[in-house]
């Protein structure tokens, strides 16, 4: 049952974006939609990564000892500064590993 469960939402996703990126199917959004769409990466994103950051043990953790926040931080200027977001991805990774192995114990 859960493999089927699995496969089926595999199609649904599937089929949903197979709609809107095949360029033969006469599906066209208007371009209202089309702006309010934009917002919905950076949305699903957040909702995402916020929790991790800023939420330890169902508080709010906003202190100078939280890994996660000083690793989104330096990530948030790393990207920033360099425009690069795969070496911002590796360099950030690497910082919050030593950060959550060596200092923060």
């Not at 330890?56 to 906003?62: E, K």
């Not at 070496?87 to 950060?99: D, E, G, K, R």
Request: net charge positive; no cysteine; hydrophobic share 60%.
């Amino acid at each position: 049952m859960i493999l089927l469960s699995i496969f089926a939402m595999a199609g649904l996703v599937f089929f949903s974006r197979y709609l809107f990126l095949e360029p033969k199917l006469p599906i066209k959004l208007n371009h209202t939609t089309q702006r309010l769409l934009a917002y919905s990466s950076p949305a699903i994103l957040t909702a995402i990564w916020a929790p991790i950051v800023f939420i330890r043990d169902g508080d709010l953790a906003i202190s100078p000892t939280n890994p996660y926040l000083l690793g989104a931080l330096f990530a948030a200027v790393m990207v920033w500064k360099t425009k690069n977001v795969l070496w911002t991805t590796v360099v950030s990774m690497a910082l919050f590993l030593i950060l959550k192995l060596a200092v923060f114990v």
